[in-house]
């Protein structure tokens, strides 16, 4: 029987709600985990079953696209005729993307740990959010493709978010709509790189695991759920809220969360 934690439940609610809006999942938890003084090496498992369930959500909101590009990418594998087809065509891209965010991010990794701990840094990450929301209006709207130069940039941007408080969704849907790709592909193609993201980092925090050891906190299913429900939901909130173009809601939250918390760190200590 799964036993019931309210800190960890708001975690995973939390990283379910936050990983797909673009207001950063990992500012959320940092400040969270250090307002509710949860640490130690047994975090890692919960934080990698928090992204397994996200991830979940992915898959399930994504699956009938990601079958018509998995099935064409394979099917041009083995077929140079099928080489034309849109999943040939996008499965090149997204390794290619994935492979750009790998390079920028991996160097990142100790600034990234230390900013984790850091509520000012979290708050200075907010503030680039919401600097990136504000300005998704003033993008011109176009509706061209997706192509291997935008999936390379919009790649990069996802390496550089990985600073707490910078939102990943965010950044790299504003940078798809800063490169010319129609609203509808930037949702797309941000979220389908997202895949392999998660499942890189976590490989990356099961690979910790194996060294450090450490036991699950109380609660885990019941925010493993909370995670994957509350995902799922913000895909859905999310798309609508991006097809309509309705960025500054997010961009004030992240404007105001940032100040708060800068202005609580430095005035009383937080």
Request: glycine share 14%; aromatic share 12%; proline share 3%.
């Amino acid at each position: 029987m799964m036993t019931f934690n309210g800190e960890t439940f708001v975690l995973g609610a939390v990283q379910g709600l936050c990983e797909f809006l673009p207001v950063s999942s990992s500012g959320h938890l940092a400040l969270l985990q250090n307002r509710f003084g949860i640490g130690g090496e047994g975090l890692l498992a919960f934080d990698l079953l928090l992204h397994c369930a996200t991830l979940l959500a992915v898959l399930i909101f994504f699956r009938r696209d990601l079958y018509a590009l998995a099935s064409g990418w394979l099917r041009g594998c083995v077929s140079r005729s099928a080489r034309g087809s849109e999943g040939w065509r996008y499965g090149w891209t997204i390794l290619a993307a994935t492979v750009a965010t790998g390079v920028v991010a991996m160097p990142l990794r100790g600034a990234v740990e230390s900013a984790m701990g850091s509520p000012i840094a979290v708050g200075g990450g907010l503030l680039v959010t919401a600097g990136l929301l504000f300005l998704v209006p003033l993008f011109p709207d176009r509706e061209r493709k997706l192509w291997l130069g935008a999936a390379l940039a919009v790649g990069f941007v996802q390496g550089l978010a990985v600073f707490p408080g910078v939102s990943r969704s965010g950044s790299t849907i504003a940078a798809g709509l800063f490169l010319g790709l129609s609203v509808a592909e930037a949702f797309r193609f941000s979220f389908l790189l997202s895949i392999p993201a998660i499942l890189g980092a976590s490989l990356l925090e099961g690979l910790k695991l194996q060294r450090v050891g450490g036991a699950l906190p109380g609660g885990w299913g019941w925010a493993a759920v909370a995670a994957f429900v509350l995902g799922w939901l913000a895909l859905i909130l999310l798309r609508r809220l991006v097809l309509s173009g309705r960025w500054v809601y997010f961009g004030v939250y992240c404007l105001l969360l940032g100040i708060a918390v800068i202005v609580s760190s430095v005035g009383l200590g937080f």
